[in-house]
């Protein structure tokens, strides 16, 4: 079983076009900066380039707690999955909170996991993503306590989640499939909130729309 790692690597350029959070997206010529239902912008969470384009994550921060981004269903949360070519810096929006306070590089590590190995570890009840993530502040020595370095996961399976909290795609109502977890991140100055949950995000790859939600 492998297990692919988002992990924090420093700053990075807003308009970078590799893995990270913050800064601004990059979209197609076109593409309107989305609205939560509460009338503000969404804020742009994280730049996931993935086999078949990117996904662009917007989640409202606009008040806290009062727009439900927890929600697959809710207006205060997008996913977009756009091709790879031609994209551009998006023009951000004068007013709301739009962006992240900081934009961090993501590096990937892929966490190999033994199942004969595993069918001893009690830890394997965990879920691949979990063990993996703990994994990282124990091995080497001198990750320990850096947990936090972890960002999420890119494929896999979602991570204690129930089959009924899957989302069916709004075009095709099929079911979405699983692209990544996100974690809130290593600091407050870089932190993406999500109060204090894990997400997770869904992508239709035929209608190309994507969902998220928490735990």
Same mark, same amino acid.
């Given at each position: 079983?492998? $297990?692919?790692?988002m992990i924090?690597d420093?700053p /990075? *350029?807003a308009?970078s076009?590799a *893995?990270?959070?913050?800064?601004? *997206?990059l979209? *197609?010529? %076109?593409f309107?900066?989305?609205?939560c239902g509460c009338?503000g912008?969404?804020q =742009?969470?994280a730049h996931?380039?993935?086999e078949d %384009?990117?996904?662009s994550v917007?989640l409202c921060?606009n008040?806290?707690g009062?727009?439900e =981004?927890w929600?697959a269903?809710? &207006?205060a949360? +997008?996913v977009f999955?756009?091709?790879?070519?031609?994209?551009?810096?998006?023009a951000?929006p #004068?007013?709301g909170l /739009?962006? !992240?306070p900081?934009? &961090? @590089?993501?590096r $990937?590590?892929?966490?190999?996991?033994?199942? #004969?190995?595993?069918?001893?570890?009690e830890?394997?009840?965990l879920g691949?993503?979990?063990?993996a +993530?703990?994994g990282?502040?124990r091995?080497p @020595? #001198? +990750?320990f306590?850096k947990? +936090?370095e972890? !960002?999420?996961?890119?494929?896999? &399976?979602?991570s204690? !989640?129930?089959?009924?909290?899957?989302?069916?795609?709004?075009?095709c $109502?099929? $079911?979405? #499939? =699983?692209? @990544?977890h996100l974690e809130e991140?290593? /600091?407050?100055e870089?932190?993406?909130?999500?109060?204090?949950?894990?997400?997770?995000v869904f992508v239709?790859r035929?209608?190309?729309?994507?969902s998220f !939600?928490t735990?």
């Amino acid at each position: 079983m492998k $297990t692919t790692l988002m992990i924090y690597d420093g700053p /990075a *350029p807003a308009d970078s076009d590799a *893995p990270r959070t913050g800064g601004v *997206p990059l979209a *197609p010529a %076109g593409f309107d900066w989305p609205l939560c239902g509460c009338g503000g912008p969404l804020q =742009f969470f994280a730049h996931l380039p993935v086999e078949d %384009g990117v996904l662009s994550v917007f989640l409202c921060q606009n008040d806290p707690g009062a727009c439900e =981004f927890w929600d697959a269903s809710s &207006s205060a949360n +997008r996913v977009f999955l756009f091709p790879r070519e031609e994209l551009r810096p998006v023009a951000v929006p #004068e007013a709301g909170l /739009a962006l !992240l306070p900081a934009t &961090s @590089a993501i590096r $990937t590590h892929v966490v190999t996991l033994d199942p #004969e190995e595993a069918d001893d570890d009690e830890d394997i009840e965990l879920g691949a993503y979990d063990v993996a +993530r703990q994994g990282w502040n124990r091995e080497p @020595a #001198e +990750r320990f306590g850096k947990q +936090r370095e972890v !960002l999420g996961s890119l494929g896999g &399976s979602p991570s204690y !989640l129930e089959d009924d909290r899957l989302p069916a795609c709004p075009s095709c $109502t099929g $079911t979405m #499939e =699983f692209a @990544a977890h996100l974690e809130e991140g290593i /600091a407050r100055e870089t932190a993406m909130n999500l109060g204090g949950q894990l997400g997770y995000v869904f992508v239709c790859r035929t209608c190309r729309k994507g969902s998220f !939600l928490t735990d």
